[in-house]
């Protein structure tokens, strides 16, 4: 009898438990689909071949923004372009080499702080370090260098994890058949967890078309389009937050959102659809 009363409360607590959560998420889901239906019904209908097509006049109250496409395309590439290879690099020094001990430590604690600083704090020191310092002013290659430290801790982070869900019988598998351990390492963990790597790309992608407080500071205001890393530029988030708070135009404010939030929809999905490809085929 006291077992049966005993199933019941625990019953009862779960079903508070799960009606709380399902609440929560649910009221996070309406608030994510609210704002994003209310920027695209404000902003797609003002999207155009010439609003895609022509670059600001008049400080953005006029024109289009395909200079400022552009500025996103070159700084964001170029900040992934960086990051990419010494974050996986790291990962796989961390997960296949290191042996522990203090130093990895410390290395480990440093990287997860450098992931909790405000991007204020990244563009401050761009504009002291990359600008000032060593003298590459207000550029593509200075906002690329400070997005890749920005983004450098999700991608060590997300190839660590998905290093470490490859099974230890194909690490030793592949060593007993006379592999070496870079061999190992790049003909058969790395293609295991190319979905992990993947998605820790895709989210620092994200993370650095976001990204506004860091640029301003780093990459400058132009509206030209650019033609080397060390001309300035303006990123689709700088020009947002430009035209928003000055008032400049609320038509191509709206516009602008809108079709930030749409690259960021269309990325996502297509990693979405990659990853399970990869995925597919790698449990083949």
Request: hydrophobic share 50%.
């Amino acid at each position: 009898m006291a077992q049966t009363h005993l199933q019941k409360v625990k019953t009862f607590k779960n079903i508070v438990f799960y009606g709380i959560i399902g609440t929560l998420a649910a009221l996070t889901l309406a608030a994510l689909i609210i704002i994003i239906s209310y920027i695209l019904m404000n902003g797609l209908s003002h999207i155009d071949f010439e609003f895609l097509s022509q670059d600001p006049r008049k400080m953005g109250r006029e024109g289009g923004i395909f200079s400022v496409i552009i500025g996103t395309l070159y700084v964001t590439g170029v900040g992934i372009v960086i990051a990419t290879p010494i974050g996986v690099a790291a990962a796989i020094y961390f997960t296949e080499y290191a042996k522990g001990g203090k130093g990895v430590t410390i290395i480990r604690f440093f990287t997860e702080i450098l992931a909790g600083i405000p991007s204020i704090i990244f563009g401050l020191f761009g504009f002291a370090f990359f600008v000032i310092f060593l003298g590459m002013g207000w550029s593509v290659i200075s906002g690329g260098l400070t997005l890749a430290m920005m983004v450098l801790p999700t991608l060590v982070r997300a190839t660590e994890e998905s290093l470490k869900t490859v099974p230890m019988a194909y690490r030793e598998g592949s060593l007993s058949l006379g592999a070496t351990k870079w061999q190992t390492i790049t003909k058969v963990i790395i293609p295991c967890c190319k979905p992990g790597i993947l998605t820790g790309l895709i989210l620092g992608i994200g993370r650095a078309i976001g990204e506004s407080a860091a640029i301003m500071l780093t990459v400058g205001g132009s509206l030209r389009v650019p033609t080397s890393l060390f001309d300035s530029t303006r990123t689709m988030a700088v020009h947002l937050y430009t035209l928003a708070s000055e008032g400049l135009s609320m038509e191509r404010t709206y516009a602008t959102a809108a079709l930030l939030i749409f690259i960021v929809l269309v990325i996502n999905g297509t990693a979405t659809l990659i990853t399970n490809n990869l995925g597919g085929s790698n449990g083949n």
